[in-house]
């Protein structure tokens, strides 16, 4: 079904990113910015080896996720090629895409990250839309709903009208590129549901239609033991999602070292802070500490690290377990950074070593 050849190559693509990453690897930020508002500004934030590394191989992994499940399903034994190509090369090209819209915007690029989204939506938008209409009926791509997989010919007709209508979406959305950002976000936002919505309509209605004629013959694309079988891996693959997601959830340390001249924290999913003594003003114990609001950084059930805010500080750094509720509180010349241990004791030990570290 799929050529070996095209896997390994499509895979190495994927991870094309990592080498770039490498290769620039000083010139990149500790801390890179990964996620993007409504008004083009970086918001969200990770760090530069996970950005690197961790990104190309998650992508990797749901691009061989998607290839399993195609090769899994029987009736894409003799699917169109052409349909099976996109499945080859989508998450590849993703991958070059965002990885290097993140890479540009690390290296101070200036890039608008609405005019990449939409450049790249509307593209694939407009491939799979062409292929659309040559995709045999199967359980895994495609249009797949009740009416769809029950019935060849609303399937054909489905989906010939939604190339249509998915081509014409695509192409207006490469013209939103060239609006005010907040427009063409909510443009892009309209289009997806658009183009989701009407095919799904589409369906149904032809599928009256034939309920009217007499000819909306039942006969399922899959048997009861694929339907089965299917159920079963998308339980174990929700199942392993959401226990990586308890494992960032609930994982994770915020370690200290006092070095002679500079106290040094290294935290799991943040970058790595330095303070030198002989810049710190002022230090002060703080009990029932609350964080505030995040602005730049990452928040789990246990950490929060990052940039925050709260009435106290206003704009500060915070390196701190969630479930202790006393923290250090370090005023420098230039910032206020906030960090504690996982235990009160623990805390007031870093607040007494500083105090001995700054006389």
Excluded at 1 to 10: D, H, P, R
Excluded at 207 to 227: F, I, M, R, S, W
Excluded at 256 to 263: A, D, H, I, T, V
């Amino acid at each position: 079904m799929f050529k070996k050849k095209n896997l390994i190559m499509s895979s190495i693509i994927t991870l094309l990113p990592m080498l770039a990453g490498i290769i620039f690897w000083d010139k990149l930020p500790e801390t890179m910015a990964t996620h993007f508002s409504a008004s083009g500004s970086a918001d969200g934030f990770a760090s530069k080896a996970f950005v690197v590394f961790g990104m190309p191989i998650i992508l990797l992994g749901i691009f061989w996720l998607c290839i399993f499940l195609t090769l899994k399903d029987a009736n894409n034994k003799n699917q169109n090629k052409k349909a099976l190509g996109l499945v080859t090369w989508i998450l590849p090209i993703l991958s070059i895409f965002v990885n290097g819209m993140i890479y540009a915007t690390a290296l101070e690029i200036k890039i608008n990250p609405v005019i990449v989204i939409a450049l790249l939506l509307g593209i694939m938008f407009i491939a799979i839309g062409n292929y659309m209409p040559k995709c045999k009926q199967n359980f895994t791509l495609g249009i797949k709903i009740k009416w769809t997989l029950e019935n060849e010919e609303n399937w054909n007709k489905t989906h010939r009208f939604a190339g249509k209508v998915w081509v014409i979406g695509g192409l207006i959305m490469l013209l939103t590129s060239f609006l005010k950002i907040e427009y063409a976000l909510i443009s892009l936002l309209v289009l997806t549901i658009l183009m989701v919505a009407l095919p799904v309509i589409y369906s149904y209605s032809y599928h009256k239609k034939q309920l009217e004629l007499g000819t909306a013959t039942v006969n399922p694309v899959y048997d009861k033991a694929q339907y089965k079988k299917f159920g079963i891996i998308s339980i174990i693959a929700v199942t392993l999602i959401i226990i990586g997601i308890i494992f960032v959830m609930f994982t994770g340390t915020i370690e200290p070292q006092f070095n002679e001249k500079s106290l040094i924290i290294d935290s799991t999913y943040w970058q790595t802070l330095e303070v030198k003594y002989e810049d710190i003003k002022e230090v002060e114990l703080k009990e029932n500490f609350s964080v505030g609001m995040k602005t730049n950084g990452f928040n789990s059930a246990k950490l929060s690290l990052g940039e925050f805010k709260n009435k106290e500080f206003g704009s500060y750094t915070v390196l701190v377990y969630n479930f202790e509720n006393s923290a250090v509180a370090i005023k420098t010349k230039d910032r206020v950074l906030v960090i504690n241990s996982d235990t009160k004791e623990a805390t007031k030990e870093i607040y007494q070593e500083l105090l001995n570290k700054i006389k």
